[in-house]
């Protein structure tokens, strides 16, 4: 009795700590109050989102402290991806015109001048600009590259819908230019450094790695679909690249994925689950390649990404240690002081949830040594074998896990305001809303946690029975193609070759020269890609009954463009 009254005493006194709530009823008030959340922060006619040109996303109306009144490639990409998944699963068609009109407003900014370049110049890697849609030019870690792979991973999800539903001329025509583009960017740049989601450090970054990773294949396919078939091989061996490298981020040795190559953190971060969330494929059942989310290693990652919380926050203090804590971006987060989030904490639910559904798919449950001290959470005594759907051990451990991802969501909620608007972050000490209010990405982490926990599945992108090369190719860095014409006389059985300083051009080796054509003579030609930016010097020779001709000095020399292509028009010195 008295402890009820204490209660409704901090209820009347607004304490912005709510009752604590199951996740069942948690997501029935919160859900509706997320998606409208998630809606008013979107022009032209959001609630909470005035100025915001048609179709942009702000990140938050919050304008001080911090001012987000901006828009972030990334948040809308992840909130138009919800949105699309809402409309081309059938739940709500309604918000057809939101699509079109965030196609619009995306198809705009690609072309926007801005810090980071021009379209063409490595501009759609900006990662924020003004909710007008003009180019933000402040201080900014800059370039983000996982944008345009969120981008066109969104788009490509409206696209297939297109195509199913008849609609392949908008398709091919009017979206596919606006998506090839961010497929292009990807496939060229995926292997130079870039500033993590975090936007704090410049290096590799496992969620970049792994969306550019999944955009690249469904991007391929989505081609294929519609013919467009002229970049696809390129899309397909750098997708392998990626995959490749995306290996290189786990670390066998302490069970976890590293989530980024420099910092000089511990790389324990919630980059890790996004990551693993955001390319789900529930076709790929437990694929370890991919991190799906009940694969080994994600499940193994999961543990260490969520025990590192649970000396860092006050308020987890006397949770035991196979229950759920509050989590938030990385343990040595000192952004606000460092603090639990609620998107970090939906993800940990999301991707236990995105586990349920798969291993009810696939039929079974694997335990392997690497899985293993994340399963012994929840039944101390489990051994490394398959357990069938029909065994006790399943039962027992997929109960167990739902009800510690429930565990998450109602963490959540214990600190979710009684008006349901859900800020950035919580308090650690405290559990009061923190830094931005009304983050349209929280409210999309709640629609997607949500989703997952009612059954829903999103679309397959292509992740299933993908595996990684042996060995990685690196990645040549971006490229332009550069056609060599030289006039030159020959006598029969005499032929021309070009050779030079970069790989491309045999470092000079005569023997191994790359032969020109003489479709149109005496004009010889090639063309070969070369390293933009790149001073390049070459010769030709010629190659006559094993005798080989140099040209004369000095060699030539000329510099690579930035991008496009380059053609040299010589006569035979
Ligand atoms: C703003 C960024 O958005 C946030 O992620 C970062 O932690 C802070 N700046 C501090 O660098
Ligand atoms: C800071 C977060 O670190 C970053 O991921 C996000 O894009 C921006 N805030 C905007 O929400």
Redesign the pocket.
């Known amino acids: 009795m008295r402890i009820l009254c204490l209660a409704s005493v901090f209820g009347l006194l607004g304490s912005a700590v709510s009752q604590p709530a199951s996740a069942d009823a948690y997501f029935s008030t919160e859900l509706p109050v997320a998606k409208a959340g998630l809606l008013a922060n979107i022009g032209p006619s959001g609630a909470k989102s005035s100025g915001a040109k048609s179709g942009i996303v702000i ?2 109306p919050n304008t001080v402290n ?1 001012n ?1 009144l ?1 828009t ?1 490639v ?2 809308s990409s992840l909130v138009f991806k919800v949105i699309t998944d809402q409309f081309t699963l059938g739940q709500d068609t309604s918000l057809r015109s939101q699509i079109d009109n965030f196609f619009t407003a995306e198809a705009a900014l690609q072309q926007v001048s801005n810090p980071s370049g021009l379209v063409t110049t490595g501009g759609l890697a900006e ?2 600009f003004n909710i007008d849609g003009t180019a933000f030019t402040g201080p900014w870690g800059r370039p983000q590259r996982d944008g345009p792979a969120l981008r066109s991973t969104a788009l490509i999800t409206y696209a297939n819908w297109l195509l199913s539903n008849g609609n392949s001329t908008f398709v091919t025509n009017t979206l596919w230019p606006v998506i090839k583009l961010d497929l292009d960017y990807v496939s060229t740049y995926w292997n130079q450094s870039t500033f993590d ?4 450090i410049n290096s590799s970054s496992f969620f970049t790695t792994a969306v550019q990773h999944r955009a690249l294949r469904e991007g391929s396919a989505l081609a294929t679909r519609i013919g467009q078939t002229a970049s696809v091989g390129t899309y397909d061996s750098q997708a392998a690249n990626i995959l490749c490298f995306l290996q290189t981020y786990w670390n066998p040795t302490t069970g976890y994925i590293t989530a980024n190559t420099g910092g000089g953190r511990s790389g324990k971060d919630s980059n890790t689950v996004l990551a693993s969330i955001h390319t789900w494929d529930i076709n790929a059942g437990c694929d370890a390649t991919t991190f799906q989310p009940c694969s080994d290693k994600a499940l193994s990652n999961l543990k260490v990404y969520v025990d590192s919380f649970r000396s860092v926050y006050p308020i987890n203090s006397g949770i035991n240690a196979a229950s759920a804590v509050a989590v938030g ?1 990385y343990p040595e987060d000192v ?1 606000f002081n460092g603090n639990p989030w609620y998107l970090s904490t939906f993800a940990v639910a999301e991707q236990l949830y995105d586990g349920l559904l798969t291993w009810q798919s696939v039929g079974s449950i694997q335990v392997t040594t690497t899985s293993l001290a994340f399963f012994r959470q929840f039944s101390p005594s489990i051994a490394t074998g398959t357990y069938t759907s029909t065994s006790p051990q399943y039962t027992q451990l997929t109960s167990a896990i739902k009800t510690f991802a429930d565990g998450f969501v109602e963490i959540a909620a214990k600190y979710t305001p009684s008006n349901g608007g859900i800020a ?1 972050q919580y308090d650690k000490s405290t559990g009061a809303p923190l830094s ?1 209010a009304d ?3 929280s409210y999309a982490s709640v629609l997607t946690a949500g989703a997952s926990r009612a059954g829903i599945k999103p679309a397959s992108w292509g992740a299933s029975g993908l595996t990684a090369p042996a060995k990685c190719v690196p990645n040549p860095g971006p490229q332009v193609s550069v056609t060599f014409n030289v006039q030159a006389t020959t006598q029969f059985g005499e032929n021309i070759f070009v050779v030079g300083s970069v790989d491309v051009l045999q470092n000079w080796s005569p023997d191994t020269a790359l032969p020109l054509s003489a479709t149109n003579y005496p004009t010889w030609s090639l063309t070969v890609n070369l390293p933009a930016n790149t001073n390049i010097q070459y010769k030709y020779i010629r190659k006559f009954n094993g005798q080989v001709t140099w040209e004369s000095d000095p060699n030539n020399s000329f510099n690579t463009p930035a991008t496009g292509g380059f053609t040299l028009n010589d006569s035979w010195r």
């Not at 989601?197 to 704090?200: A, G, K, P, R, V």
């Open positions: 990140a938050s911090p987000y901006f972030w990334r948040d990662p924020k989601l975090w936007e704090e971006r952004y950035e931005a983050l349209t990405w």
